[in-house]
């Protein structure tokens, strides 16, 4: 077992990852900002001399970079605040790793990928379109810098346990089956949505295989194997939560020009490593531990 510092640990990701890690034994360090609790350390990310001496501190054996700006209209709208988290924290992070000699996983995303040729290997160009992509991209440049044996894991769309719905971009489309206004939806554009306790269980089996023998590094994609459109993540989540989708009609002609990458995941699956949880089991298991977002929303399951 370790000693593992994750950052974003209030955040969708994060709490996943606390709560896997924790079930297997780790001696977990979460860490948070906004939402910091009494099991939370406060820590401004952005401030690169409260990181190097926090991890001065607390010595952990392992980092686990959840925390980002993931909102690509917000990175658009504020690009220097989405920097300052996606880049600087990511560099001062890595620093402090490398001089304590912590191993660092950063987490980014299928967005360093413009979508016109997948299904994405590991090893292939990238080209983001849009400024949370650059981001993303530049911090996974950092990070890899910084220690050649630290490593990148690039995630789809993703849900999981919710404080809202408004946190998870596939769990929010609820708010479509509840307005019950007719409505086209996209049923063209192929998403992997992935879910969170997929992810953590596989960031877990990263960490055990790296205390082992520490030959997982370098980049890594994880996605769960199912491919959705909108209208069948919606379809799906009408059938749970027993909600119609009768006002919702599939649209099958693109309504815009951005592609939805999806990933290829050879190099977790040469380690064993493989989502194994379908949309249907996983969502219905977020919703399950996300009741007091839908009772809030006077839903049930």
Sequence with gaps: MAKVMVTGATGLLGRAVVKQLELTGHEVVATGFSR?????????????LAVEAFIAREQPQV??????????DVSEQNPQAALALNLTASQALAMAAKANNAWLIYISTDYVFDGTQPKYAEDAATHPVNFYGESKLKGEEIVLNTRADFAVLRLPILYGQVEKLSESAVLVLINQ???RRAKGVDHWAVRSPTSTADIAQAI??????????PIVQGIYHFSAAETMTKYQM??????????????????????????????SCARLAVLGIRSDIDFATGVR??????????????LTL
Excluded: F
């Design 285 to 298: 298991q977020a919703l399950t531990q996300s009741s007091g977002a839908l009772a809030a929303l006077g």
């Design 177 to 179: 089956l509840i307005e």
């Design 36 to 48: 910091a609790s009494e099991r939370v350390h406060r820590l401004d990310l952005t401030a690169p």
């Design 204 to 213: 877990d089996k990263m960490i055990a295989q790296h205390i082992e023998a």
């Design 234 to 263: 919606l379809l799906t989540l009408g059938e749970i939560l027993q909600l119609s989708t009768a006002h919702l009609t599939p649209e099958s002609t693109p309504t815009d020009n951005a592609k939805r990458p999806s990933l």
């Design 63 to 72: 980092i686990v970079h959840c925390a980002a700006e993931r909102r690509p």
